[in-house]
């Protein structure tokens, strides 16, 4: 038998001339709708491309590991058989009643395990199939900028349509905090169309540091009543909450249980970001479509792990380990506040989770320094992110990735670093951050 057309190309032979073969079969345009094609930030600044030695602020995982007891508590999932297996699509039950005992009273209710309660594999997975369970094409999702990068692609692949609302820093004073980064009101409501299907809310926000008021919360709420819109509230920070900030879950205000999804993360709160257990809690009427989505995406999660998540919050009241994480991680923000105050260099204080925003606009460097070209046609902040990278040896991320094209000028004033970890590195870089005066002018 004669070789067909493409063996003969692929050997070369016979003077055929190649054809390229290196993407035949086109991909899907939402890969490019959602920007998961791009370079993202994570790429550019990953410390494989930064110098050897420099201290990675930047993506926000802790440099340390869960509690010990926690950490036993998975060991010894692990050395039985049943946590070794598939667990529920639901979640394993010993978690579901942790979580109902944990989260109950701070909700007022008597969360059934059965049916409001579910466990995911991660708070982005469990966020990912709430836009697979609600979404129809065209359906538009409203979301604050700066917004977690992860929300874009999981709303464009699902057919949604992200509308931007961004909160607009008011930090002309000498002490700016991130209850200066205001929501306006006006421009939400215009943001709002027939079309409008959801809305998602993060508090204590990334990166702003920002926890929403109460008075905040309650128009949000007023909006979503009136135009009956499915609330998401990422509060995978909810233990993280400084200076005596009041911590307000959304899904308490009057009427407003019945259209939110409530998103928390065992990874945020035992410092175990790679176990990917999460949980969502909201009524039947959501939870029910969303355990549908969530059992043909990943049917269930990670067995083992799901019981030291739930050791964990069987003994956070007992341990005061809740107090303990406030206490260590405002000692950790310290280090780096108390930096830019001797710099005398601008930041946004955060009141809740574990970044800061440093304001960059006066970093300064030569013309002709050798930025790479990944950073050369994206915001201000990349290159202000790369110069501090190189000069100074501590690594950050630029708050423009966290924007729409139309909004970046907003972001590119700032840079976020991440303050989730050890003390001793987290000196080591406030000791090369003072190295900032030199750069700014």
Partial sequence: MAPSASQVQTNGTHGIKKTDRSALIPFSSRLKEGRALAEDVWS?????????????????????????????????????????????????IRLREAIKKHY?????????????????????????????????????????????DQYLPSITFNGGVPVYVPLHPHTTGDKPTSDDWHIDFDELRRAIT??????????????????????????????????????????????????????????????????????????????????????????????????????????????????????????????????????????????????????????????GTYFILLDISSVKWPDDYPFPASVLDRGRDFRACWYIAMEIGVSSIPVSEFYCLEHTSIGENYARFAFCKDLESLRQAANRLKGLRRLIQ
């Fill in 104 to 148: 109950g009273p701070q909700l007022g209710r008597d969360l059934d395990v059965e049916s409001e309660i579910l466990v995911t594999s991660g708070a982005n997975e469990g966020q990912y199939s709430v836009f697979v369970a609600f979404l129809e094409p065209g359906d538009e999702v409203i979301m604050f900028e700066p917004f977690f």
């Fill in 194 to 351: 027939p079309k409008t299907k959801m809305i998602v809310v993060n508090t204590p926000h990334n990166p702003v540091g920002k926890v929403f008021t109460r008075e905040e919360l309650e128009q949000i709420a007023a909006l979503a009543e009136q135009h009956n819109l499915l609330v998401m509230s990422d509060e995978v920070y909810d233990f993280l909450v400084f200076d005596g900030k009041e911590h307000v879950r959304i899904a308490n205000l009057p009427g407003m249980w019945d259209r939110t999804v409530t998103v928390g993360s065992a990874g945020k709160l035992f410092s175990a970001t790679g176990w990917r257990i999460g949980w969502l809690i909201g009524p039947s009427s959501i939870i029910k479509p969303t355990l549908a989505a969530c059992t043909r995406i990943v049917f269930c999660s990670n067995s083992p792990l799901q019981e030291a998540a739930a050791a964990g919050l069987e003994q956070v009241s007992s341990r005061k380990f809740l107090e303990q994480q406030v206490r260590e991680y405002d000692e950790r923000r310290k280090i780096l506040t108390d930096c830019f105050d001797e710099i005398g260099i601008k930041y946004t204080k955060p009141e």
């Fill in 44 to 92: 550019i600044f990953n410390m494989a491309n930064l110098p050897a030695d420099c201290l990675n602020l930047g993506q926000g995982y802790m440099n340390f590991g869960p509690p010990t007891w926690v950490k036993e508590a998975a060991e010894e999932a692990l050395n039985g058989i049943p946590a070794n297996h598939y667990s529920h699509p639901k979640g394993r």
